[in-house]
């Protein structure tokens, strides 16, 4: 069995109204009426983000840094044969961890919790 199929064809418009198409420009966001975006900020790169993201939360950078000085600390330590120090630099690098995870825990539910401006 073959399907037929039948052309669509636009009904007769009224004397003086054209019906134009619509073209879709994907460069250009689409038009809303009733809506006007926001002005975009110009671009931040990474040296302006981390300053900014620093300001916003200091504790993690300065866990993350405390993590990674015990870690290479401890394994200094390891190679030169301290295997004491070293157990004590890696349970200092566990701590110095878990302190950037709850910064980020504490800084990410104050983001959530600060009101919109």
Request: aromatic share 8%; charged share 20%.
């Amino acid at each position: 069995m073959a399907a037929t199929t039948t052309p669509v064809v636009q009904s007769a418009t009224p004397k003086g109204d054209t019906a134009v198409p619509v073209v879709f420009d994907i460069s250009k966001p689409p038009v809303i009426e009733g809506f006007s975006p926001l002005p975009r900020s110009k671009e931040e790169g990474f040296k302006e983000k981390f300053i900014r993201k620093t300001k916003e939360n200091p504790f993690v950078p300065i866990g993350c840094l405390g993590t990674a000085g015990a870690l290479t600390y401890g394994l200094i330590a390891f190679k030169h044969g301290k295997t004491r120090q070293s157990q004590l630099l890696m349970r200092a690098r566990i701590f110095a961890q878990g302190f950037t995870v709850v910064a980020i825990v504490v800084g990410v539910a104050a983001t959530a919790l600060k009101p919109k401006q």
